[in-house]
C-alpha cells in the first residue's frame, strides 16, 4: 500500500492562519507589533526568491518586515555594523542572516554577534545549548517543522528508533536533539557513517538531510517507516523540455513511498514548513523579550 503523503504546505498554512491570529493579539492586546529582519547578501537568484517569499508571507500575518539586500563585497564589519543596530532595535524581534554568506566573510563571527533573543533560527550558539539543556528558546524552523509534522502523525514518539541522516547546526543536529526530548532513540549518521543502509533499515522514523538528490532508497526502509525529506536538490528535467529543472529531495520518493507509512513531499513537505516556523518564531521572540508566555499551540 502507498504511504500517507505528509501535506506540509496545508499544514504550514494552519500554522501560519495560527500565527497571524497572535501576531493579531499581540498588537490588540499589548500594542506590539511582530517585526522580522531577514539580512541577504549577494545576488543567488533561489536565495532571493526565497527571501521574497518569507517577506511576503511575513507581511500576511501581520508583521512587519524588514529587509536588507547586501552587495556580495559587503564588508564583514559593514554587516557586523547592520547586525548591532538591528539587535537593538525596539520594532525588530527576529534577525534571520540568509546563509551562507560569501567566503570573504567569516559566518562564526555573525552567527556570534546576533543578539541570542532575537535570533529566530536558532543559530547563536547560546540558543544550541539552550536546546541541548531543554530551555525555553528558539528552536531552529526546519527541524520545528519537521517535528510539528511528525506529531501530528504519530500521538507519541518515544521509544521509537529515529535515524537522522545529516549532522548540520542548522538541521543534523538540533533535529536529534528534538527527537530525544521526544524520548526517540536516536542515531545519527553523516558522510563517515559505514554501510549506512542497514542503519536505516532500523529507523521508524528517517530524517533525510543531506543535499543528495534521491540518496535514499526504498530497500534502505524499515515497512510502516515514516520519512522526512529535509533535502532540496535541483536536477535536470529533459521531460519539462531542453534546459529545464525540477526540484526532488533525498529521498527516492516513489520508490519509497511504496515502503512507508508517511512520507513528506519535495516540494510541498518541509519546505514551506521552514518559512511557517521562522514566523512561528518571531512570535515566540516577541513574547520573550516582552516578557510575555510565548503560545504553546506554535510549537511541537
Ligand atoms: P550540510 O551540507 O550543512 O550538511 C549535510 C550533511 O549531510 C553533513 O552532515 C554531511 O556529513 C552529510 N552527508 C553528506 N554526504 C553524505 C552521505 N553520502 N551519507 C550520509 N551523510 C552525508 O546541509 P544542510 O544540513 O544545511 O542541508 C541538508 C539539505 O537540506 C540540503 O539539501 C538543503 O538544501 C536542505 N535544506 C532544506 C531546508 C528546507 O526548508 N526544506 C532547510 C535547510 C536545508 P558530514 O558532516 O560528515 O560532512
Known sequence: MSANIIDG???????CIRVGEHVANLKAKHNITPGLAVIIIGHDPASQVYV????????????????????EDVSEADLLKLIDELNVRDDVHGILVQMPVPKHINATN???ALNPAKDVDMFHPLNAGKLMTGQVGPVSCTPLGCLMMLRDVHSSLEGKNAVVIGRSNLVGKPMAQLLLQQNCTVTMAHSRTIDL??????????IAAV???KM?????????????DVGINRIDAPEKGEGKTRLV???DFDAVKEIAAYITPVPGGVGPMTIACLLANTVTTTCLINGLTPPKDLTA
Open 110 to 112: 555573525i552567527i556570534n
Open 216 to 228: 535514499v532508497k526504498a530497500d534502505w526502509i524499515k515497512r510502516g517507516a515514516t520519512v522526512i
Open 52 to 71: 521574497r517569499n518569507k517577506a511576503k508571507q511575513t507581511l500576511e500575518v501581520g508583521m512587519n518586515s524588514f529587509k536588507y539586500e547586501l552587495d
Open 9 to 15: 504546505k496545508a499544514f504550514a498554512a494552519k500554522l
Open 197 to 206: 543502509p542497514p542503519v536505516v533499515r532500523l529507523a521508524d522514523i528517517v
Open 211 to 213: 543535499g543528495r538528490a
Open 249 to 251: 529531495g533525498d529521498v
